[in-house]
C-alpha cells in the first residue's frame, strides 16, 4: 500500500515552513514510519497541520477556490500565512510500494490578479529506472492550467534539467518535447479552469497511469475527528462503508459490515468487546425500518445498553477499533486528538492498536496523529513522535524527538516519552 515518506509545507496558516520526513531534495532525512504523532501544545498549529491533509483532499475533490472556503477556513487570505504574499505549497513525497521508486506531487495555490485563488504551478516527478542522483524526472508539470504530461509509466521525457524553483516556461518547454525524440508520448494540455487540479483531470485518463494512482491515493486519504454526540443519532438506514469525519455514520457503517462481512463482522465485535473495558458483549439489533442498533452488554447486567446510552470514551474506542478493521482500509488514516473523552489507561492500548495495523500486514494503512495527552505519548517512540512549537515570530516550527540522542538515551533507559514531555523537558531541548 502507499505510503508517505514525508510532507512538506509552506504559507499555509502558522505552518510557514515546515517538513516533516523525507522529501526528494533531503534525502539524508529519515522517512516518516507507519505510525507518526504530532505532539505540541494548545495553538502551536497542531490543528493546521491536520487540516493542511483535508485541504489537499479538498482541492482535488473540490477545485482550489471551494476548498479555501470549506470547513470554515474562510477563504484564501485567510489560510494564507500573515504577512505572506507568496503562495501557499505542498509538497508530499510517497512511495506507491514499499520497493517502488519514490512520487513527488508539488502544488502551488497564489492569486490571480482578480484576487481569487488558483493552481499556480503543479507537479509530479519520479526519477528514472536506474536514476540514483540528481533531480527527479517530471511526468506532469503545469502553470496556472496549462503543461505538458507524460503518457508513459516507466521512463518518462528527457530534459528536467531546470532548477524546481525557477519560473515555468510553457514556450521553452514546448520547444524542448518537440525536438525531443519522445514527444509523440508527451500530451500538451490546458485546462479550461485554472481553479481545478490538473490530476483531477487528467488521473481520470488511462492514459496517465501514474497520474490515475496518485489521484486514487489522495481520494483514498481518511480524516477523523470523532464526536461521540455525532455518533448518537440515529441516520436513516443505508449500509455506508467508511466513517465519516465525525462518525455520525456509525450505525450505517454497522449495517455495511453486517452486510458486506457478517462472519468477519461478528469475530471483530468479539475482539472488540475483549478490548473495552467492563463490555462483556457487543452485538446488534434491527429496527423495523432497517436499521442496526449497537448493543452494549455490561458486566453484571443482563439488558444491553445502545449506542445512545454508553459513554463516551466507549463508543469513541469502539469506532476507532471498527474504523482499523475495514477489510479495505484506507492508505492513510489521519486522527485529530484521538484521546479525548478517554480514560487514561486505554491510551496505550489505543496507541498499540494503531501501531499493530499500521505495521502488522501487507495492505496496512500509515496511521498519523496529533495529541497534547502525556499518557498517550508515554506509548510512543521518539522516532514516531514529532514535536510542534510556537516560534517569536509567532510560526510554528517542528522536529524529530529522535534527533535528541539525549532523549532517545533517556527513553531507552526506561523513563516514558510522556513524562518527559509533561515534565516540558521537551520544551528545553
Excluded at 14 to 42: C, H
Excluded at 145 to 169: K, S
Aim: charged residues 30%; aromatic residues 10%.
Amino acid at each position: 500500500m502507499a505510503g508517505i515518506e514525508g510532507i512538506g509545507i509552506r504559507n499555509y496558516r502558522v505552518l510557514k515552513d515546515v517538513t516533516l520526513g523525507k522529501l526528494w531534495n533531503t534525502q539524508a532525512a529519515q522517512p516518516l514510519t507507519p505510525m507518526t504523532a504530532v505532539i505540541g501544545k494548545n495553538g502551536v498549529g497542531k490543528s493546521s497541520l491536520f487540516d493542511a491533509f483535508g485541504f489537499l483532499a479538498d482541492c482535488l475533490r473540490l477545485g482550489v477556490e471551494e476548498a479555501c472556503d470549506a470547513r470554515g477556513r474562510g477563504g484564501f487570505d485567510r489560510i494564507r500565512s500573515q504577512g505572506s504574499k507568496a503562495a501557499i505549497e505542498l509538497e508530499v513525497y510517497y512511495r506507491e510500494e514499499p520497493n517502488s521508486r519514490p512520487i513527488t506531487y508539488e502544488l502551488a495555490i497564489d492569486k490571480d490578479i482578480s484576487g481569487r485563488p488558483f493552481v499556480s504551478r503543479e507537479r509530479l516527478r519520479q526519477r528514472r529506472r536506474g536514476q540514483t542522483h540528481g533531480r527527479p524526472f517530471s511526468f506532469l508539470i503545469m502553470e496556472a492550467g496549462r503543461g505538458a504530461a507524460w503518457q508513459g509509466d516507466a521512463q518518462g521525457w528527457r530534459g528536467d534539467d531546470t532548477d524546481d524553483r525557477a519560473e515555468f516556461d510553457f514556450s521553452a518547454l514546448l520547444k524542448e518535447l518537440t525536438d525531443d525524440e519522445e514527444s509523440a508520448e508527451t500530451e500538451f494540455v490546458e485546462l479550461d479552469d485554472k481553479r481545478k487540479l490538473g490530476i483531477a483531470t487528467l488521473g481520470a485518463l488511462k492514459q496517465h497511469p501514474r497520474i490515475s494512482s496518485f489521484r486514487r491515493f489522495i481520494e483514498g486519504w481518511y480524516l477523523s475527528y470523532f464526536t461521540p454526540d455525532a455518533a448518537r443519532g440515529l441516520p436513516l438506514a443505508g449500509p455506508q462503508r467508511r466513517l465519516n469525519m465525525h462518525g455520525d455514520n456509525l450505525g450505517n457503517v454497522v449495517q455495511f459490515m453486517k452486510r458486506e462481512h457478517s462472519i468477519r463482522f461478528e469475530r471483530i465485535l468479539e475482539r472488540i468487546a475483549a478490548k473495552v473495558p467492563g463490555i462483556d458483549r457487543i452485538g446488534t439489533e434491527r429496527t423495523l425500518d432497517g436499521r442496526l442498533l449497537l448493543c452494549f452488554n455490561d458486566q453484571g447486567f443482563d439488558d444491553p445498553f445502545y449506542a445512545q446510552q454508553v459513554s463516551d470514551g466507549t463508543l469513541k474506542i469502539f469506532a476507532y477499533l471498527l474504523m482499523l478493521e475495514d477489510p479495505q482500509p484506507p492508505p492513510f488514516i489521519c486522527i485529530e486528538e484521538p484521546e479525548n473523552g478517554l480514560y487514561h489507561k486505554l491510551l496505550e492500548v489505543l496507541v498499540e492498536e494503531f501501531r499493530n495495523h499500521a505495521t502488522g500486514r501487507k495492505q496496512a494503512p500509515q496511521i498519523f496523529v496529533t495529541t497534547h495527552q502525556p499518557y498517550f505519548v508515554d506509548a510512543l517512540s521518539p522516532n514516531e513522535t514529532w514535536i510542534l512549537e510556537k516560534e517569536a515570530d509567532g510560526f510554528s516550527s517542528i522536529r524529530r524527538a529522535s534527533d535528541d540522542s539525549i532523549v532517545k538515551s533517556m527513553v531507552d533507559e526506561g523513563l516514558g516519552l510522556g513524562s518527559l514531555w509533561y515534565s516540558e523537558y521537551l520544551d528545553r531541548i
